[in-house]
Nanobody
Framework: VQLQASGGGWVQAGGSLRLSCAAS????????MAWFRQAPGKEREFVAA????????YYKDSVKGRFTISRDYAKNAVYLEMNSLKPEDTAVYYC????????????????????WGQGTQVTVSS
């Protein structure tokens, strides 16, 4: 099973990026898919999650209204549209997936996800 994240890069504050994560080797149709991020010197933190048939979605408070998570079942992929980016959004972004359904309130926990992508760097300059 492989999750391939892409779309990261460098952008000025206020700009936009779209992250993609394509899954192969397994079809994720029941469980949630999510994005987490890790800034230098900090712990990995939840960003957004989307459940089966796009249930939810859930967002970290600081990205609400700026980020949008979506998934494409036909492509077995999850996306993160990021707008109005801020320097504090700078981090390595990881996609994650889980086989089975889980209660919505647990979707923000890294430990419930069984599969992880390799990460893609997002750098936002002021």
């Amino acid at each position: 099973v492989q999750l391939q994240a892409s779309g990261g890069g460098w952008v000025q504050a206020g700009g936009s990026l779209r992250l993609s994560c394509a899954a192969s080797g397994r079809t994720f149709s029941s469980g949630p898919m999510a994005w987490f991020r890790q800034a230098p010197g900090k712990e990995r933190e939840f960003v957004a999650a989307i459940g089966r048939w796009s249930a939810g979605p859930y967002y970290k408070d600081s990205v609400k209204g700026r980020f949008t998570i979506s998934r494409d079942y036909a492509k077995n992929a999850v996306y993160l549209e990021m707008n109005s980016l801020k320097p504090e959004d700078t981090a390595v972004y990881y996609c994650a997936a889980r086989d089975e359904r889980i209660i919505i309130s647990a979707m923000n926990r890294a430990g419930v996800y069984e599969y992880w992508g390799q990460g893609t760097q997002v750098t936002v300059s002021s």
